[in-house]
């Protein structure tokens, strides 16, 4: 059983993982719109995989005998400066998502909920994975100006990316 004040942690969380996946669905439209089909899929898979945490921790608190409570999700941005606004603005979000699974820990630590605190540690290695994905984008962004035939070449590459759901362990 989740005490409350966990439940309503959780729920919130659910809230960020789907504002994310809608941020990131905005940030796919914009690159489409521009130009950048390649940087649009990588962000099309990055809001999939947003929705796939969502869903983990709608799933979690459901398991624990807890209520789902779905919360209003704010309307994102849908405007940028360029691709490299882009992916800083990306990096501080994640970061801010980092900042909120590690709050969620500290609530667990409080609550004594060992088994929320175990769950909570597949995001807090996700979020280390997030981070590093974005920053090596925004380091060849960086070194190509974000612009030109570098641009043209690293949209391709980031063109390639595909969401596959983790398989869950036995
Ligand atoms: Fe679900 Fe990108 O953190």
Known sequence: MLTKKMNEALNEQVKWELYSSYLYLSMAAW???I??????????AQAQEEDFHGKKFYDYILERGGK??????????HEWKDVIDLFEETLK???AVTARINALV??????RDHATNIFLQWFVSEQVEEEDNVNDVLAK??????RG?????????LGMRVFTPPVPAE
Request: charged share 30%; aromatic share 6%; net charge negative.
């Open 106 to 111: 500290d609530v667990a630590m409080e609550e």
């Open 68 to 77: 789902v409570r779905l919360l209003a999700i704010d309307q994102p941005p």
């Open 31 to 33: 690159c489409a719109d």
């Open 141 to 146: 962004l960086r070194l190509i100006g974000g």
């Open 149 to 157: 035939e570098g641009l043209f070449y690293l949209d391709k590459e």
């Open 93 to 95: 979000h994640e970061r």
């Open 35 to 44: 130009g950048l089909g390649g940087v649009a899929r990588w962000m099309r």
